[in-house]
């Protein structure tokens, strides 16, 4: 015969049922605020979503006719510049700490340091820097305060922001690509830069590429440097040159948000929108890199 | 023999071809390598950069105000002329210890259900949904955070301010609730399988299992999950900006209007600040003591997470 459970067994199984179900509720509560986010978003942004809205200038007052033509403009054009910056910078210094430098030396323990701690230092310090090296370098390479702060000012700040990211990110790719991959090439008789650019490059490419991708998803996002740097808060022509004002898309959604008519904030969503649906678009490009390398593998 | 010398001869010629080939490509090797340590040097230049920067202009800054009245003072207006940085302090902390109440406990509880009780289905379609919190960008939070929590917090308690520390600090919890969960995930499933069946082995129940055997034993990884999210939430600007207001009130009320470090570097730096002029050191001033506190939380967490892997690797 089995003896009943003692009080003291019912209790333990009782806390431990409880605990169940607060685990699985914590879950449920996550992605319900995933799914209260989204819909808020979308709730207030689709309505006034059009074809007129992308293609036309923000307006003083006039949040009727407005649009987002000069920060998507804006946004591209820091986008690509901040990506040529970014990519062949980090993926040389990436290189060079996991292939060039095999034997562990302090300096490259240094560098790997400085690396961690680069990419937890918050954004807006990566602003302040822009605001006193890159401001002041432009301002006197065109002798006017105004193209100091333009677009390279804006691109260079944030790839400096990428860059931690960037070097982490190829790292990891170039350490998962076999050491039979290198041997093999090196017993070839290829020197150590042709087995990277050859052999180890490309059987790490997908990693990095969607790294880079994931990095750019984040910088496309950023705001808080690019105000610092001074991008502009009515921007009404579009960008012809590496040092004309700009306006970025997220940077647009803060200065609408922060307005206080309504039809500000209702252009604010529509164009939060917008940026949701190019977030999602950039993070599927890499998702799909990585599922058809997981494929090939 | 004339045929056979000169078959030495182009013999000797093609090693020499070859040999230049080879110092061609040596040298090669080297300017890449050179390249690609500059490369790697930037990073040490960047941080180089930064503290010489802050450093420099906040000397300029603290010439003019005394450190004393910096860290005690209880009104910021640097206008006016008052540099009391401790309603800067007030607004960072609460934002910070609002958003830690908020992802901290959620954070842990969902590592605990990631790596304990999710099935691994479940999990693949729960680890991504979240890691689109982490994505994104903080000003949608910021807009979240006036447009939707401030409404509810204000029918809740009507003394809330339009712009008010309770809402950035919620919406800051959310965007690191990601963070701290996935971090944990992993500290919690690299506790080794034995330890947790020993534990069964002697009749405890799951709970007991997770709360007394797992969780100790990732408590270093855990902890470390925990800095950098207060971490990251020290440093958030745009939806705290949004959300928290620019009035750098001296208060610990959750429901008033607020000005965190952040919030003053990108309220400042917004007008065109003049260079070497008290508003455009004062920036930095801040910025230094953001990049230091951070700094020293991220190390520290670093610290942890090595303590952690080099215990059960």
């Known amino acids: 015969m089995i003896a009943a459970p003692s009080p003291n067994l019912r209790r333990r199984k009782l806390v431990d049922r409880l605990f169940t179900i607060l685990a699985y509720s914590a879950a449920v509560i996550g992605v319900a605020l995933l799914l209260i986010l989204l819909s808020k978003l979308f709730a207030d942004g689709l309505p006034r979503l059009s074809g007129r809205f992308l293609t036309s200038m923000p307006k003083q007052t006039n949040f009727a006719k407005a649009g987002i033509l000069s920060a998507i403009i804006g946004s591209v054009w820091v986008m690509v510049l901040t990506f040529l910056f970014a990519v062949p910078i980090g993926v040389g210094a990436a290189v060079y700490l996991q292939e060039f430098q095999t034997k562990k030396s302090r300096f490259t323990g240094l560098i790997q340091v400085n690396i961690n701690n680069l ?69 070839m008789g290829a020197t150590n830069w042709q087995t990277i650019r050859k052999v180890v490059l490309p059987a790490a490419s997908p990693g990095i590429l969607t790294g880079i991708i994931l990095a750019m998803g984040r910088a496309v996002g950023e705001t808080a440097p690019l105000i610092v740097v001074g991008a502009a808060s009515l921007v009404t022509f579009l960008p012809r040159g590496l040092t004309d004002g700009y306006m970025v898309l997220p940077l647009q959604i803060y200065d609408w948000s922060s307005r206080p008519q309504a039809g500000f904030h ?32 | 023999m004339a045929q056979r010398a000169g078959s030495l001869g182009s013999e000797t010629a093609r090693r ?50 005394s450190v004393w009245e910096f860290l005690t003072g209880r009104v910021w207006e640097p206008i006016a002329g008052h540099f009391g940085f401790l309603p800067l302090v007030c607004g960072t902390l609460l934002i910070t210890v609002g958003a830690g109440l908020v992802s901290l406990p959620l954070g842990l509880l969902i590592g605990i259900f ?11 379609i729960l680890k991504p949904a979240l890691e689109l919190l982490a994505g994104i960008p903080t000003v949608v939070y910021g807009y979240f955070a006036l447009f939707f929590v401030t409404p509810i917090l204000q029918r809740v308690i009507p003394s809330t301010e339009a712009f008010n520390a309770a809402s950035g600090a919620i919406v800051v919890g959310i965007m690191t609730l990601p963070l701290v969960s996935s971090l944990c995930e992993d500290a919690l499933a690299a506790v080794p399988k034995a330890l947790r069946e020993g534990a069964y082995g002697l009749g405890a129940t799951k709970f007991e299992v ?21 971490s990251r939430a020290i440093g958030e600007t745009m939806a705290v900006t949004l959300a928290s207001g620019s009035t750098p009130n001296f208060t610990l009320n959750p429901t008033q209007a607020v000005m965190t470090m952040t919030a003053y570097i990108v309220n400042t730096s917004r007008g065109d600040v003049e260079r070497g002029s008290t508003a455009y050191q004062t920036i930095f001033a801040v910025g230094l003591t953001l990049f230091i506190t951070t700094l020293l939380m991220n190390l520290l967490a670093q610290r942890l997470i090595r303590k952690f892997g080099s215990r059960y690797s």
Not at chain 1, 266 to 291: D, K, M, P
Not at chain 2, 31 to 45: E, P, R
Not at chain 2, 118 to 124: D, E, F, L, Y
Request: hydrophobic share 55%; net charge positive; glycine share 6%.
């Open chain 2, 114 to 124: 990631l790596a304990e009780y999710a099935r691994p289905p479940v999990r693949k």
């Open chain 2, 16 to 65: 020499s071809i070859l040999r230049s080939r080879l110092n061609a490509h040596q040298a090669w090797e080297r300017i890449v390598k050179g390249i690609c340590f500059l490369c790697a040097f930037l990073s040490i230049a960047t941080t180089i950069g930064i503290v010489v920067i802050l450093v420099s202009q906040a000397q300029g800054f603290f010439q003019n105000v």
């Open chain 2, 210 to 230: 997770v709360s007394k055997v797992v969780v100790p034993s990732a408590m270093s990884g855990v902890m470390a999950s925990f800095i950098l999210a207060l």
């Open chain 1, 119 to 187: 990419s937890g230092v918050p954004s807006i310090v990566y602003g302040m820097l822009g605001l006193a090296i890159f401001v002041p370098l432009f301002t006197a390479l065109t002798r006017d305060p105004l193209q100091g702060r333009g677009i390279i000012t804006g691109a260079l700040t944030m790839s400096l922001l990428i860059l931690p990211m960037i070097i982490l990110v190829t790292q990891e790719s170039l350490k998962s690509v076999p050491k039979s991959f290198r041997e093999g090439s090196l017993s």
């Open chain 1, 266 to 297: 209702q252009l604010a969503a529509s164009a939060i929108v917008v940026l949701i649906v190019a977030l999602v678009a950039i993070n599927s490009i890499a998702i799909t890199i990585r599922a058809r390398s997981r494929h090939q593998v």
